[in-house]
């Protein structure tokens, strides 16, 4: 198994932006697609965005029109661009792909 290695939390305030990174062997992105996923406090992991092999994307209602999962093949990258960001954004958000172990996320705050 491999472990991602997820980057590029913080704090920031309602309505604001950030990107989040996502460190994703070519081994991996190549034969698999990579997901973003996020826990917020006392709630269950759930399902952000996903990127295929192919490039074909698909998110959440509750992101969808904010968030942009994207990858950068030549920096082994996946990205999450979060934009118009709520209080309820507030989790630690995590990528990984099927045969993955869980790594250990990266904080997000939006908070005034």
């Known amino acids: 198994q491999v472990q991602l290695v997820e980057s590029g939390g913080g704090l920031v305030q309602p309505g604001g932006s950030l990107r989040l990174s996502c460190a994703a062997p070519?081994?991996?992105?190549?034969?698999?697609?990579i997901g973003w996923y996020r826990q917020a406090p006392g709630k269950q992991r759930e399902f952000i965005a996903r990127?295929?092999?192919?490039?074909?994307?698909s998110y959440a209602d509750s992101v969808k029109g904010r968030f942009t999962i994207s990858r950068d093949n030549d920096k082994n990258t996946v990205y999450l661009q979060m934009n118009s960001l709520k209080p309820e954004d507030t989790a630690v958000y995590y990528c990984?792909?099927?045969?993955?172990?869980w790594g250990q996320g990266t904080q997000v705050t939006v908070s005034s």
């Open positions: 990984n792909y099927v045969l993955g172990s």
């Open positions: 990127i295929t092999t192919g490039d074909s994307t």
């Open positions: 070519r081994s991996i992105t190549s034969r698999y697609s």
